[in-house]
């Protein structure tokens, strides 16, 4: 395999025009994205990193396609401004692979993922061929909105060089609470509660019991919630947050969660041959709990993903494929890292066609 | 029509539902750019999915090109006929399919009205949020086609933002679905949607929708502040931004767009030359905090006069004169073009100074409505059609208006889409390989390109340009805008 370490938008060009197969590679955070990809040339993006133009003003930011997630959550921290969808993996991960295999974090829940926040992009295509795609202001309908659809696009359609981003002013202060609940049930009827009211989460995540040993007391489903806002009102938010979550909820108790840094990392903790992004609806959360239940586990974004640590991945397939779910592998060594239901082919094969009409991205 | 056609047509319709005498396409000839018009060969009224794809097959077998037609109110010609083309009307297929309050979604008909999903979710707290001005007469479907937006669009995005699952037959008669009940959407895989949404009927047809509710915020703050100086409106948005407030909507009118909104509603608004619509919603404390800190970036601004809804009657009255607007200019002119560009945001008091100096040298008068909070423009141009040549002048300015917006480093549109207005003004945003690329993917979609044949890129037939002010509906006295 040839690794090839790319500076600009022409020696991209000029990989993809030379190689028949090429695989993109970011920081190769992602171990699973990265199977062994059959003599295909390898294009790392890493080194098209830095950041092209920020203004706060216009809540908008454009980036190098490599640059590192970290790297962006400083430079906008500074401005008191944050990227809403939460890239997953900031401390290892560049921007572009966080594009490509769409990964948003656990306060995407307040005001939405990865894909209601690309604005536009700088691609390379599969026949070489550099342009944008999208735009560089928060607003534009101008043209077919190729940017969204490189969300999740795992590379195979065109290779990203420039991103832009929509960003929002970030909250100055959290606090986290628990909730705890005998069953799962309950625990998906609070979430049913708490995402349909008034109260405004940056994130809601589900926590399953850990195993119990023997003689001790089951510990509960844990239900975490995080508000975010002025210092001032949080106090005061907190209070009447928990007292309505006690009020219409089975809830058996609730505490106060210290914010350590991995504590709204939703990968923190899962261990396993293979670390899987599921995504679902709260309804279809039972159904693929009872079959997973040995596997770590952590649902995400108020039960609209899962994220699952396995070291049995052909059992999950099967579980996935028995709910007619979808899973994207991240971490391990797998064949292919899509697992579970098709994903849609008829609009996506014409993109391919288009973009890639020699198959040159793997 | 041929009779071939008509034969192939009955096949699927039953005869009432095929319209073809002069008197029954009059309402279908043109869309809310009535400065164009054409009369297709026939519409179709299907009643569910299934007739739909029978009739997109069809007419991609015989080369017949279609039109998708929701309620007819896009205003760059999105739904103008194709001459001698199929217009295949969507307003029957308006069933809300499911609604279930739990999930927060609903799954609806293309042909549904934007704001019957909100009516719909009232009972439970919940919303849709997308909120174009016309939301109470336009269907999801043309939504969809254009990703349209709206006043409340700052905070929470476009129609874009708020589909999970999409159900289309493409142009090719191959019908595909993706997405579903997630939050995330399609989540893994390309952005299948994303690319659906905005493009502006050329794929196919959107079939069925699932899009997601939100629950009502529990408290608004509105705020209406009135200048003497337009500038100093754009220069309090930036203020309000710089601060790190995130409001849920921001709204500047100009002087003229104020005076047709109180000739048409009475919203009993102050007689400046600019006014500013900030409203927060959210938690009540963490609203009223902001509130606080929004009231003092708005008395620093040089308001000379600052009211606050006191009810959610005030708020509605505050908020009608704004959404009324566009129509309301008809009061004022026989005629109107209305524009939509983007700026970069900071960049609005520049653009508005431009614009001022662009119409003395037309002479011709426009009114500015925009939603500042994302420097989208809205200039309405006004003129008297029966003049000769007003048209024409008037077409032209709004051309030095978008040119304007690129130049600034913003789009042609934000949120009406290319349709048959701005077809032209593409490659002024897009080299031409972008364009290639576009059509490409349009062909690989469509290879006999017989959906919305002749919109969005430069080319192709010029439809008639006719002389006429209110929509062909609005003028049989059908739909009105408010
Ligand atoms: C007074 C007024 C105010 C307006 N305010 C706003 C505003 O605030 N924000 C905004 O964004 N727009 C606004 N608009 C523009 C317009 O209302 C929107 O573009 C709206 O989405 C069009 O919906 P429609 O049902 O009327 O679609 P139509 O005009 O019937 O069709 C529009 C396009 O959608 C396509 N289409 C229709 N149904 C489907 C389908 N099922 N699948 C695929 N394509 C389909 C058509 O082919 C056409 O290209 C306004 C218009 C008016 C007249």
Redesign the interface.
Known sequence: MTANTLRGTSEIQDCVRSNERVHVVGNGSKSALHPQSGGAALADVSALSGIVEY??????VTVRAGTPVAEIAAALAEQ?QYLPFDPLLPDCATIGGTVAS?L?GSRRYR???L??FILGAAVV?GAG?A???G???????????????????LGQ?AIMTELTFKV??DVPRFRSLSFRYEQLDAALDAI?TI??????LDALDLLPPPPANKGEQAQGWALMARLG??A??LP??AE?FVESVKRETATMEVRELDEADELWNPLAGLRGAAVV?V?????QVPALDAAIKRSQRRYG??G??AWVATDDLAALERALLDAGL???CLLGAVERP?IGAP??????A??K???DPQRKLV | MNRAIYDALETIYPAERILMRDAQLLPYESDALTAFNTKPGAVVIPLNEDEIIATVRLCHELDLPFVARGSGTSLSGGSLPIADGLVIGLNRLNRIKRLD?????AVVEPGVVNLHISQAAQP???YYAPDPSSQSICTIGGNIA??S?GAH?L????T??HVLGLK?V?ADG?????G????????????????????EGL?GIALEITVRLM????RYRTVLAAYDDLGCAGDAV?MV??S???PGAMEIMDRLAIKAAEASVNAGYPDAEALLIVELE??A??V???FEQLNGIIAESGAFETRVAQSEEERARIWKGRKSAFSAVGRLSPDYIVQDG?????RLGEALLEINALKQNYGLDVANVF?AG???LHPLILYDGREPGALRKAEQLAGEILALCVAL??????????GME?RDY?PA???E??LD??Q???R??DPKEIANRGK?FPGGEAPALALQGMHPLEQQGVISRE
Not at chain 1, 343 to 348: K, N
């Open positions: 203004q706060p003003s216009e809540y908008t008191g769409n948003s005001y939405g993922g894909r209601d295509d061929r342009f944008r795609v735009g560089k202001v928060v607003k534009n309908s101008a043209g077919f909105d190729l940017s969204k659809f490189l969300v999740g696009s359609y929002f002013p049913a995402s349909g009211s008034a109260y405004e806002g002025f001032e009102t005061q938010r009447r992004k995504v679902l609806s709260p309804r974004v108020g609209n993903v979808r899973g994207l899509i994903v849609e082919r008829q609009l996506s014409r993109v066609q288009v973009l | 309050p739990r999930q927060r979604i439970y707290g919940l254009f990703n937006g669009c905070k929470y995005g476009m874009s933002n289309v493409l191959a019908v595909t679905e993706f579903g009940e997630s939050l995330e959407g399609v989540g893994i895989g390309p952005d299948v949607i994303g690319l659906f949404i905005g493009s794929f629950p009502q915020p529990e930036s931004v710089a790190g407030l995130l959210g938690e404390p963490q009223e905090a902001e983007v700026v970069p945001r900071s939603h994302d420097g989208n480093g913003g789009s042609i549109t934000g949120e009406h889409g290319i701005k593409m945003m897009f080299s390989e972008e690329i576009m490409a993917l349009r690989a979609i969005m």
